[in-house]
């Protein structure tokens, strides 16, 4: 059975940092590209970024809300994706769910709430 | 960047209508698109990809169609378990998602 599960969630200040992670089995994670995707609370969803496989040299892209800010790496011998989440805004308060492409699962998603 | 423009932002129908929810892509996107289902407090879940491939498991009244720029979902008669936000995705560069459609029972 696909899982990806993420942690690291909760509450932060502005100005903070928050390291997610999202461990990923039942599938080869090491052939799949992995992106983070936030929800704000009410609204839609916003691509955060993506690190691709090794086959593509990892690299990886962001939004430009979070370039600068946010740092994606992974781990493929651990089978994980991480988000490194500097200078925290109250508008990065959202669910953030790790995706795996091309195959399309999704996990089921951390609280970041950045708030005095 | 690609920008996709979905429509309309909400919905109300009843049930046994037929519902139609449209996508437009900023540039030709070809077929590199994909229609979700989200409910309140979970991932959201495929429902057509590649603009018109209904995914595994998903009852058949869920359609999608066209190419380019242009793209349409279709439900072709609405259930009380189809209630939810709906969302169309580009992934021919990245991700992008639509602004999102609320379905509402009338």
């Known amino acids: 059975e696909v899982q990806l599960v993420e942690s690291g969630g909760g509450l932060v200040q502005p100005g903070g940092s928050l390291r997610l992670s999202c461990a990923a089995s039942?599938?080869?994670?090491?052939?799949?590209?992995m992106d983070w995707v936030r929800q704000a609370p009410g609204k839609g969803l916003e691509w955060v970024g993506r690190?691709?496989?090794?086959?593509?040299?990892?690299?990886?892209e962001y939004a430009a809300s979070v370039k600068g800010r946010f740092t994606i790496s992974r781990d493929d011998s651990k089978n994980s994706l991480y988000l490194q989440m500097n200078s925290l805004k109250t508008e990065d308060t959202a669910v953030y769910y790790c995706?795996?492409?091309?195959?399309?699962?999704w996990g089921q998603g951390t609280l970041v709430t950045v708030s005095s | 960047d690609i920008q996709m423009t979905q429509s309309p932002s909400s919905l109300s129908a009843s049930v046994g209508d037929r519902v139609t929810i449209t996508c437009q892509a900023s540039?030709?996107?070809?077929?590199?698109l994909n229609w979700y289902q989200q409910k309140p407090g979970k991932a959201p879940k495929l429902l057509i990809y590649?603009?018109?491939n209904l995914e595994t498991g998903v009852p058949s009244r869920f359609s999608g169609s066209g190419s380019g720029t242009d793209f349409t979902f279709t439900i072709s008669s609405l259930q009380p378990e189809d209630i939810a936000t709906y969302y169309c995705?580009?992934?021919?560069?990245?991700?992008?998602f639509g602004q999102g459609t609320r379905l509402e029972i009338k």
């Open positions: 995706h795996a492409g091309p195959d399309d699962y």
């Open positions: 039942g599938f080869t994670f090491s052939d799949h590209y």
């Open positions: 690190t691709r496989n090794k086959a593509n040299s990892y690299t990886t």
């Open positions: 540039q030709d996107i070809s077929n590199y």
């Open positions: 590649d603009a018109s």
């Open positions: 995705q580009q992934y021919d560069n990245l991700l992008t």
